[in-house]
């Protein structure tokens, strides 16, 4: 693509607008790399804004752009490479960034589109906490339509890319689509490993030409000193004057401002949807603000909280004592140390409890349970690895991650407490719920990192008089200095205070802690112990109940035409589909589950058999006749809140059978509707002209009246087993008159015996009218024989 050098910016984003729609991807991409290697920075600057939307897509989603959320390398290979090689690190599109960068260009992003927190802090004209945001406000000029943020052309990219995983909606063919095979998830990879490398230092900005100098970054504004969000509410004026400072000289810290912009944002734009105001109160107009994450979206947080904890775990031993801080180290180093807790842990934390809270209960929430787990064992990711017990067993929690444990301690209790309360309310027998309860069982009883949790818990418990006047040394704004590494406050010693200030900073002062090993959340682990054993002989019950109706199984339920089972004891469950090797699967997961829970809370033997006899899991038969709890009142049976949980769950029934007038009962799957209502308007026209004709040979008392009450008289209600448990005693006895049913002829079962049965005939030679005279005389006799054994059982009970 040939462009005269003079050409005007206009003229050149017309042309690449036309491009857009007349040429072939591969040919636009190769125009745009020739554009950036020929074109200086002052034309660029027109079409930077153009070529980041129609990549990322828009703002409000009507774009889709280059769709990287669904591009994959195996559905389309040419596409997805050439994308990759333009967006990667040292590609082409950075070269553009860094070449704006160099000359200090400023773009107007909209606060109407950051997430809502942030964006009814700045609407509210209070400077969110997050240095991202520090003198970068914008108010709009007379007449001017909403507030803008002024971003330096990496942050504008930066902000794109990572909204884009929350503004673009999937296609309907991407629901399928394998997360991690995705250009959008690989590139958020390739970007963390560039920017906050595990080995080395972050590789400088390329040259914009070959054997060019490389253009030095627009220095970074100053940053805010940390604090809780919100504990500080100043006026955005005030503050933004009060700190039109000049920028810090420290050169050191130009090395990570890429590194620091990065991770700030994909924290701001994917985690930052809670405010802890929400949390605590739930009446601020940031309660107002909804945002529903995706499956897609928590695993892109994994991915970032893998890598940071492989980044923070990259500092060498003697960095990461406490005596490192008092002597020199790189930016970077000090970067490592500083950027889970500063950047990620208060919002990481709000953000869970939102989807531990609000997370459909289903398979789904696998993603959110994966991603807890991952930062709560940062250790996975050291570079040394963890000594193997003995004998196989987990591997044991070094003491060197204590403190990160006791700094993290709501993350590890206060969120466990909260998956205990949503394993309680899940059906325990499906293979996906058991294995997540074995998950997290697993995890946390990793040798060593209970007794961990203990003593976090106990230093938080531990009485502190000074607490206020240390209260206020954290809080403290330190000096204003140009990165944000100046700010972070100096390490304090004194461990008990320090877990104090994470509880409080995260619940606020006034939160009431409960211990994870105190009583309350040890009556929740007996309650989830005593479900566990009731799922795994409920998951026993649908695997020998499977087995014999396999063994059972009559000749024309392989042709299709069995009965549906509609009184089944277990619907609602995924066994059945599975089959018995995910049945196999559930009871490991929850014996393991069992297991890792007695050895975290001590629970023995002996208790577990005394509260499984309380809730009367030793089943009869097999656990296939017995009622959901309940008990007993005035008008019978009430169900107790376990006994609501076993009904909605599957794990028990009650055994109820249809016992109204089985001519109007609802046609079955197995009948054919218009034969069945054809049938019932013939037998009704015969049973009414025919009336006192059959009431009178019921009458007999020969042989010919029994055979006729067989035949025409269906058993009153007090012959059958009233089952409800609620007024029995008013049910009064009602037998009908006699009358003919011939509804059973409009079943496919009787209908295709008797063309089975023809068709036997057949082969003998048996034409169609004796063939009938034979089966009328054989159910003659048949008839005659069952009424003989009927009016017998009939004198014996007299």
């Not at 960095?319 to 801080?325: D, F, I, K, L, T």
């Not at 204590?402 to 407490?417: C, D, H, I, M, S």
């Not at 046609?667 to 009336?691: C, D, G, K, M, P």
Request: net charge neutral.
């Amino acid at each position: 693509m040939a462009f005269p050098h003079l050409q005007q910016p206009s003229f050149l984003l017309a042309s690449l607008k036309a491009d857009a729609i007349s040429k072939p991807f591969a040919q636009r991409c190769q125009d745009l790399v020739k554009v950036i290697e020929d074109f200086p920075a002052k034309e660029l600057h027109a079409i930077f804004p153009w070529l980041v939307e129609s990549i990322f897509g828009s703002l409000d989603g009507v774009l889709i752009g280059w769709n990287l959320r669904s591009l994959q390398g195996r559905v389309s290979p040419v596409e997805y490479s050439i994308a990759m090689e333009f967006l990667d690190p040292g590609g082409p599109m950075m070269k553009l960034v860094y070449k704006l960068q160099a000359e200090d260009y400023k773009f107007d992003f909209p606060v109407s589109y950051l997430p809502g927190p942030v964006k009814a802090s700045i609407q509210e004209h209070v400077v969110p906490d997050s240095p991202l945001y520090h003198n970068k406000v914008q108010f709009p000029p007379t007449g001017g339509l909403g507030l803008n943020l002024a971003l330096n052309p990496f942050e504008y990219y930066m902000f794109f890319f990572a909204l884009s995983l929350i503004t673009q909606k999937p296609l309907p063919g991407a629901l399928h689509v394998r997360t991690s095979d995705c250009a959008y998830f690989i590139l958020v990879d390739r970007y963390l490993s560039w920017f906050l490398p595990t080995e080395g230092s972050v590789l400088p900005p390329l040259s914009s030409s070959p054997g060019g100098p490389s253009p030095s970054p627009a220095p970074r504004t100053p940053a805010m000193p940390f604090a809780s969000y919100g504990l500080h509410h100043t006026s955005l004026l005030k503050r933004h004057l009060s700190h039109q400072t000049s920028v810090n000289a420290d050169p050191a810290s130009h090395e990570i401002w890429r590194s620091e912009t990065l991770l700030q944002v994909f924290v701001e734009m994917w985690l930052h949807h809670y405010s802890l105001e929400m949390y605590q109160k739930m009446q601020s107009p940031h309660a107002k603000e909804s945002f529903t994450p995706t499956e897609e979206h928590v695993l892109v947080v994994r991915l970032l909280i893998k890598h940071l904890h492989a980044f923070s775990n990259s500092l060498k031993p003697e960095q990461v004592s406490p005596s490192a801080h008092s002597h020199a180290t790189s930016p970077l180093e000090e970067f490592k140390r500083a950027a889970v807790p500063r950047f990620v842990q208060q919002k990481l934390y709000l953000f869970l409890q939102h989807c531990f809270g609000h997370w459909p209960l289903d398979a789904s929430f696998r993603a959110v349970l994966e991603m807890w787990l991952s930062y709560l064992q940062p250790w996975r990711y050291a570079p040394e690895k963890q000594p193997q017990g003995s004998d196989g067993q987990a591997r044991c929690v070094s003491e060197r991650w204590a403190p990160f444990v006791q700094e993290n301690l709501l993350l590890y209790t206060k969120l466990f407490v909260g998956f205990l309360s949503r394993a309680l309310r899940t059906d325990l027998v499906s293979p996906k719920n058991a294995l997540m309860v074995f998950r997290v069982a697993k995890v946390f009883a990793q040798p060593n990192l209970a007794e961990m949790i203990q003593k976090g818990e106990q230093l938080f418990l531990e009485p502190e008089l000074v607490i206020a006047h240390r209260q206020h040394r954290l809080f403290s704004a330190p000096t204003l200095t140009g990165s944000f590494l100046s700010s972070w406050p100096p390490a304090v010693t004194d461990t008990s205070f320090k877990v104090k200030s994470h509880v409080y900073s995260l619940e606020g002062q006034d939160c009431k802690y409960t211990p994870m090993f105190g009583p309350d959340v040890r009556t929740l682990v007996l309650r989830l112990a005593q479900l566990i054993t009731q799922a795994k002989q409920t998951a026993k019950s649908i695997s020998d109940q499977c087995g014999e109706s396999t063994a059972s199984r009559p000749f024309l339920s392989w042709l299709g035409f069995c009965l549906s089972d509609t009184n089944s004891s277990y619907p609602g469950n995924d066994l059945d589909d599975m089959g018995q090797d995910s049945i196999r699967k559930t009871d490991e997961y929850l014996e393991k589950a069992l297991e890792y829970l007695c050895q975290m809370f001590r629970l023995s033997e002996a208790q577990l058999a005394q509260l499984t006899l309380a809730m009367g899991t030793t089943q009869d038969e097999n656990g296939k006749k017995q009622l959901p709890d309940c008990i007993v009142g005035e008008d019978g049976l009430i169900l107790t809140p376990l006994g609501r949980y076993q009904i909605i769950n599957g794990l028990r029934k009650f055994d109820i059978e249809y016992q109204g007038d089985s001519e109007l009962q609802p046609i079955r799957s197995y009948e054919i509707a218009s034969l069945v209502r054809l049938l019932f308007r013939l037998s009704s026209t015969v049973n009414h002209r025919f009336a006192g004709q059959m009431r009178a040979l019921c009458s007999r008392a020969d042989f010919l009246g029994s055979f006729c009450r067989y035949h025409l008289m269906e058993p009153g209600l007090t012959d059958k087993h009233l089952l409800s448990p609620v007024g029995q005693g008013r049910v009064a006895s009602r037998a009908r008159g006699p009358r003919l049913s011939l509804r059973f002829l409009g079943s496919y079962r009787t209908l295709l015996s008797l063309l089975l049965a023809f068709f036997v005939a057949s082969l003998f030679r048996i034409g169609p009218l004796p063939f009938a005279l034979l089966l009328v005389l054989g159910y003659f006799l048949y008839a005659a024989a069952m009424t003989l054994l009927t009016e017998q059982g009939k004198l014996h009970q007299l």
